[in-house]
């Protein structure tokens, strides 16, 4: 197996919505805003490939756009991450999805922090992101199945000795 297993292909951000929102009303105190950033993260494979695979991450807050909150965004990235040939088949998946994250939502992050520093409520942090390790148990509904076993060698009976 080779020291790093997982190799980055690319990465985009096909999707950037980030604007202030002109109704927010800061904390007199200047206290920071308690907000829930909502992200999803989906794993595919490249189709006819057996270790190439892309996540999508999926980061929002305030998709109902309520007043609470200093920003609205909606942020997807993709990464295209090949997993080496090494890492058994059924494990490249989740290694996938684990790397995926590990490459986009601090990728993510930053840009929010980039892009908010220069807006009127001031620079804003999505904070750390984690994996639910539930998730990574999860096979979805629309993976493929897994690959039969391969069959058991077959040996020949020992003739009875007479």
Partial sequence: MNDIPVFLENT???????????DFSPTANGAPVDVKVDSRIATQPVPQTDNRFVVELRVKLNDSMTTDTPYFFNIVCLVVLSIDESVP??????????????IAYPAIREMVANITARQPWGQFSIGFGFLNPDVLEEVPADAPPP?????????KRRKKAE
């Fill in 12 to 22: 985009a951000f096909p999707e950037v919505f980030i604007v202030a929102n002109k």
């Fill in 89 to 102: 088949a059924e494990k490249r998946r989740t290694l996938a999805m684990q790397a995926g994250h590990t």
């Fill in 147 to 155: 690959a039969p076993a391969p069959p058991k060698p077959t040996r």
